[in-house]
């Protein structure tokens, strides 16, 4: 049996519109995470003062994931006070072991001095910075794939076209690759 070479024919403006939706998206998804990093850095720049926090108790949340299976993730419930006025809030700070945390036990939490319901455990910006650094690169990447895919696809198609005498044979190119 012989091969049969079969081309692929797309509208060029069909690539354009994969490019940029590709990239729109690429784009979002960044856009979104470093949005979530820089909220979170910007809490720990205001959380200036330090003070002990007692673990009332230890909300247990379930999460879907996604091989359908679920997931157990622990958040702190912190008592403590910021200028002789008792606070009661849960942490953003999570664990998924589930002795992350230890109901009954004291830790040192970082309290904004002029909004004290706003707290921050342990250190959040440790990996803001590099996950920044990731979510961008990673994005970046994607966006120079999909386009280096595009141009490709273009110069095959073109070359296809050129070397199947499409133009020859029809009168021209009709807005197609």
Excluded: H, W
Excluded at 98 to 119: L, W
């Amino acid at each position: 049996m012989s091969e049969r070479k079969t081309n692929i024919r797309l509208p060029y403006q069909a690539v354009v519109i994969m490019l940029v939706i590709s990239n729109i998206f690429a784009l979002l998804m960044i856009s979104s995470a470093v949005k979530r990093l820089s909220k979170r850095e910007e809490k720990a720049r205001r959380c200036t003062l330090e003070t002990k926090a007692y673990c009332i108790q230890v909300d247990k949340v379930f999460r879907n994931t996604d091989d359908s299976s679920r997931s157990t993730i622990y958040y702190p419930v912190f008592r403590y006070k910021v200028d002789g006025k008792s606070y009661v809030s849960r942490s953003d700070t999570a664990s998924s072991d589930k002795g992350g945390f230890v109901k009954d036990s004291y830790y040192t939490i970082k309290v904004d001095p002029n909004s004290p319901e706003s707290f921050v455990y342990g250190d959040p910006v440790k990996g803001t910075r590099i996950a920044k650094r990731v979510f961008m690169g990673v994005g970046a990447f994607v966006t120079i794939l999909f386009t280096v895919i595009c141009i490709v696809i273009v110069i095959r198609s073109r070359r296809a076209e050129r070397d199947s005498g499409y133009d020859d044979l029809y009168g021209g190119n009709d807005g197609y690759m």
